[in-house]
């Protein structure tokens, strides 16, 4: 009988559809739904467990739960203050940094039953799982010691992994008094101390854009790029747009890499109009610009790519990193690495593993690509640059016996007053085998040279006195 | 030591209710004429799987609260209902013991997650479950009585009034919810009467399943088909207007389906398609309260704090268990509102797994199907439309409620039949489903006698045969 079978048929597929999106949705949904705030079972799982241990890759704590002997109510401590606060960032009042990201797991106690029984027969609480974190705690005291007295960020990575190996924020806060000093901070909106610059802050890039513009050309053309021949006369125009070198500097004959080397605003302006707009939309697409970058902590989108049909005037302020165009230190810093790493932009991430409380693996990360953003002969090309600026550009603050770096400086401007401007530093070292890359932004402190290179000296010099 | 008892129940309840359904599965998926003999064992490890199950939940939940109380209810209730089922398989050899043991598991499911909420809720439901089956069981065994005495009856003529009657009846009752009634989460669902609150929408499911039934069974002038049409329409229309619209598209779904089985024609469920459609945008339009659940059901996270909070702790609890659930008592169930009947399915899935909620949409299935089967297999019109009509309404039912928690569908305000608390409910799914086995009962005895009378002949003709035989032989001498 037919219709007995299309009504049989039709409730059967009813139901089976509803059984499948259920398990669907609860397989896809259910880290999302318990991270929300509104959902009160981390409340309940506190109750029962102990908050789980950070740290870091070098085997310090970086954050952990210690019982108070005396009223037996727990506390989150963080062995190293504010040297690690927007980082691994706090529990309280809605959390942040790794504390957020991974809280899933450090609410949680996945230690084995039998374990949990002892624990239980003691009358104690479970105790949560371990985050083993990419952090290095020696280079980001290092970090957070050159950051000192400067606003701005520093972030330090390596190129082959995208392992975050430190990343500091100025001004910062003390995360162990955090709850304590929490009106006062989020009272002052002005200096946005909860705010991770290094990941969040957006900047105009400045003379550190000049890396981008050089990819461009060498993708583009590279016997053009070979050939590449200006003369600097100090100010260059477009429509009714006139730059000048940094300084009133005049360069007078340069290839691309003495333009590279010794920043020249002129040249790099004069690039600017020879590069084919919609070959650079596609290389500034591949790189991540104005598109949410492949990182799973809040991080802002940089946004510069420009029109196809862009003024000149406009093209210019871009190629020498000012006008509209902003980055974050962290994508500028992915952008450097992919160079160091022959082209392949890594995606970055701050945890290496999640373990049980005693050990036992839950979940590994393991490094994976963001994309080819540019050819290996582009990225050695760069690497070569970026190493004779140190030799003898404006990086040679970093000129060391014992190590040989690679790197881009910058000093973006962000006034009317030409005389504000913030120093950029992006690179890398050993230039020929690349271990760290780190990008460092001082807020105000004028010229990448003078104020970044220094920092980014003392941070270097700290790593290798430590191989 | 209660950690080791905690997490064995843990694993063990989901996989327990799992093994249940999966041989319901696959008895259904040897065919209705499953093997005799294997059905009575499959069914005996039935009923040890469903004890086994009530215990260990039972077991975790005392040891949880460190209540003997608990303890001893449980206990009760596990021995009272495999009592009860073995009772019911003796006394009424007849009826469909595949239904029987889907709708006790499920009611026990029920038992279980309600005991965690509100152990008193529980015994409630438990004696107001187990006093309508006594009594409907005892109408069930009183059946040759009683059919002697509606034959007697229907001496007068009164199954010409029985398709009148029952549909004014059943208008009459619905209405009452208007000069009586209280409003409830935004509907007027429930009424007091002498001091009992019901909810007039369920006892007269059954009842306007028997007058479609009848009607349809009874045919008749395109006047009676208009005015069955219209007096349909009018209990949709009253619970509309009551703002219940979850049972109001329950019965329009049920009487658009049951027209179709009767009839045969394909535009009736087109229609039905249609105009129920464009019945839901009007209400989504005309009701402030169905445009809120609309919208809820669009996106409850902009409206978390108020429209969204319902559907959102739901969702939040079903996708905390995991495939085993929390445990029971280890989750927080009651963080969503009215878990213990709109959101029941929920909480079963926040502390006994997503694997548990699996099964529950499959017994329903299996329930319906099963139903559905004999309906199929009837081969009179009004015992095949109350069947499937019982069925189409029970199963709609399971997947408004289900859909509507896990946001499936806009929530609509429904329980899930057997499982949520709620008597009124229970009381008319027991009715709807004792029903179902009393048709079938009279059918299978109605097939005993005919193959009897059947077989009796054969045997007469055959000795007559023999007889005739044997005296041709002697003749020869």
Known sequence: MNRIKTVRVFFTVLMLLLAAYLVLYAACSYRKLFDNDYNSRTRLLSGQNTRGTIYSADGYILAETRTDAADGKDRRVYPFGNVFSHIVGFSANGGSGIEDLQDYYLVRSDIAVFHKAEYEKNGGKFPGNTVMTTLHAGLQCAAEEAMRGYRGAMIITEPSTGRILACVSKPDFDPNTIARDWAEITADSSSGRLMNRAFQGTYPPGSTFKIIDTAAFLEQDVQAAADYGYTCTGTFSAGNETIHCYGGEVHYDLDLTGSFVRSCNCSFANIGLLLDRGKLRGLMNRMYFDRKLPFDMPASVSRATPERNCPDADMIQLSIGQGTAVMSPLHLNMITAAAANGGIMMKPYAVDAVLTADGDDIKVFHPSEAGRIFSSDTAAALTGMMAETVRSGTARGLRSESWTAAGKTGSAEYSEQAELSHAWFTGFAPAEDPQICITVILEGAGSGSQAAVPAARKVLDAWFDMQ | ?477
Request: glycine fraction near 8%; charge should be positive.
């Open chain 2, 1 to 477: 030591m209660k950690i080791y008892i905690m997490e064995t129940a843990r694993i063990l309840a989901p996989l327990l209710i799992l093994a249940f359904t999966g041989i319901s599965c696959i008895r259904r998926l040897t065919g209705i004429r499953a093997v005799q003999t294997m059905d009575r064992e499959m069914r005996i490890i039935q009923l040890i799987i469903k004890e086994l199950f009530l215990l260990v939940c039972f077991l975790s939940e005392a040891v949880s609260y460190g209540s003997v109380d608990t303890a001893v209810f449980g206990l009760t209730v596990t021995a009272l209902t495999g009592l009860a089922d073995i009772l019911f398989t003796c006394l009424f050899r007849n009826a469909d013991q595949e239904i029987m043991m889907d709708a006790s598991m499920l009611f026990a499911t029920g038992i279980v997650i309600l005991t965690r909420l509100d152990r008193h809720h529980a015994l409630r439901q438990f004696l107001i479950a187990g006093g309508c089956m006594a009594l409907l069981s005892a109408l069930l065994f009183g059946r040759e009585r009683i059919r002697s005495a509606l034959q007697k009856l229907s001496a007068y003529g009164i199954q010409d009034y029985a398709v009148p009657v029952s549909g004014i009846l059943g208008l009459v009752l619905l209405a009452m919810v208007f000069p009586f009634g209280s409003e409830v989460n935004g509907s007027m669902l429930g009424m007091t009467l002498f001091g009992i609150t019901l909810q007039p929408s369920e006892p007269v499911k059954p009842l306007f399943v028997f007058f479609l039934a009848s009607a349809f069974a009874a045919g008749g002038t395109k006047w009676k088909r208009i005015s069955l049409v219209t007096a349909a329409m009018g209990y949709v229309f009253i619970l509309v207007l009551s703002r219940d619209l979850g049972s109001g598209g329950i019965y329009f779904v049920t009487f658009v389906l049951m027209a179709f089985l009767a009839t045969g024609r394909r535009w009736i469920p087109a229609a039905g398609l249609i105009a129920g459609t464009a019945a839901f945008a009007a209400s989504t339009i005309l009701f402030s309260h169905v445009r809120v659940r609309v919208q809820a059901f669009l996106d409850p996270w902009s409206a978390i704090d108020s429209r969204g909070y319902q559907i959102t702790q739901s969702l939040f609890a079903i996708a905390y268990g995991g495939p085993f659930g929390a445990g029971l008592t280890r989750g927080t169930p009651k963080s969503i509102p009215f878990a213990e009947t709109d959101f029941v399915f929920s909480a079963v899935c926040e502390e006994l797994g997503i694997i548990t909620g699996i099964c529950i949409i499959l017994l329903c299935l299996l329930l319906f199907l099963r139903i559905f089967d004999h309906a199929a297999a009837s081969r009179e019109l009004f015992e095949g439309l109350f069947l499937s009509g019982t069925a189409v309404m029970f199963l709609t039912q399971a997947f408004l409620t289900i859909g509507g928690e896990t946001r499936f569908i806009p929530s609509t305000g429904v329980t899930l039949p057997l499982v949520s608390y709620g008597g009124s409910s229970a009381v008319s799914t027991l009715i709807m489903l004792f029903s179902v086995q009393a048709v079938i009962i009279r059918k299978r005895e109605r097939m005993r006698e005919r193959m009897h009378a059947f077989a009796e002949r054969y045997r007469q003709e055959t000795e007559a045969a023999a007889f005739s035989w044997k005296e041709e032989q002697e003749v020869p001498r």
